[in-house]
């Protein structure tokens, strides 16, 4: 708890004794912090950058250790589905491979 400041710790040591509202402070908390720190995640690039996939489609590669670009950088693979990508897999939803 280093870097936290002394009210985030004195909260914190007082609100273990209510490990549920606990949780729900601290998700409050990380809410409110990521709304304040976070402005609209800006990129300032020096590249073209296009927008591939359909509208209203969730789209994902899925592999960390592979690149979604073939070797001559002329196609991308990609996943899309209408799904909620973080629901598990439904048949009824079908992911295209793009």
Same mark, same amino acid.
């Given at each position: @708890?280093?870097?936290?400041?002394?009210?985030?710790?004195?909260?914190?040591?007082?609100? #273990?004794?209510?490990?549920?509202?606990?949780? %729900?402070?601290?998700?409050?908390?990380?809410?409110?912090? %990521?709304?304040?720190?976070?402005?609209?995640?800006?990129?300032?690039?020096?590249? $073209?950058?296009?927008?591939?996939?359909? $509208?209203?489609?969730? #789209?994902?590669?899925?592999? %960390?250790?592979?690149?979604?670009?073939?070797?001559?950088?002329?196609?991308?693979?990609?996943?899309?589905?209408?799904?909620?990508?973080? @629901?598990?897999?439904?048949? #009824?939803?079908?992911?295209? $491979?793009?």
């Amino acid at each position: @708890m280093q870097s936290f400041n002394t009210l985030e710790k004195t909260i914190a040591k007082y609100l #273990s004794g209510f490990p549920r509202l606990k949780k %729900y402070v601290k998700r409050l908390y990380q809410y409110f912090s %990521y709304f304040i720190a976070n402005p609209q995640n800006k990129c300032i690039t020096d590249y $073209i950058v296009k927008d591939y996939g359909t $509208i209203g489609f969730e #789209s994902f590669f899925g592999y %960390y250790d592979k690149c979604p670009i073939n070797p001559q950088s002329n196609l991308l693979l990609w996943h899309e589905t209408d799904l909620d990508t973080r @629901m598990p897999p439904d048949p #009824s939803h079908p992911v295209k $491979i793009i």
